[in-house]
């Protein structure tokens, strides 16, 4: 069973960043290399919404509120997920959670999350 583990969240003032990590083990390296990545978020009351996605082609999509403040990448040599978030805001309060996607095999697997608190 693949296992996700996040870090870096924390408490950070508004305007600060953060950068989240997500390591994935029990995964080989070609069947990371050729998973969808993602970040997902959820606020207290809220559903869980999509902030970013990286493919195996290292094409991502955003959030719209997340477009040109924070940055997907990945490291498939490390299995390993990032997301840089600068410009924080209220609003980006939630936890984040990692989300791996196997496309071929039709599965998918999240982390335990990690939460972000923006203070104003």
């Known amino acids: 069973q693949v296992q996700l583990v996040e870090s870096g969240g924390g408490l950070v003032q508004a305007g600060g960043s953060l950068r989240l990590s997500c390591v994935a083990s029990?995964?080989?390296?070609?069947?990371?290399?050729?998973?969808?990545l993602s970040w997902y978020r959820q606020a207290p009351g809220k559903q869980r919404e999509l902030v970013a996605r990286v493919d195996k082609m290292k094409q991502t999509d955003y959030h719209n509120s997340a477009k040109d403040r924070f940055i997907i990448s990945r490291d498939d040599f490390r299995n390993t997920l990032h997301l840089q978030m600068s410009a924080l805001k209220q609003e980006d309060t939630a936890v984040y959670y990692c989300?791996?996607?196997?496309?071929?095999?039709?599965?998918?697997?999240w982390g335990q999350g990690t939460q972000v608190t923006v203070s104003s």
């Open positions: 989300n791996l996607q196997r496309p071929v095999i039709g599965r998918e697997y």
């Open positions: 029990k995964i080989g390296y070609d069947n990371f290399r050729t998973a969808t």
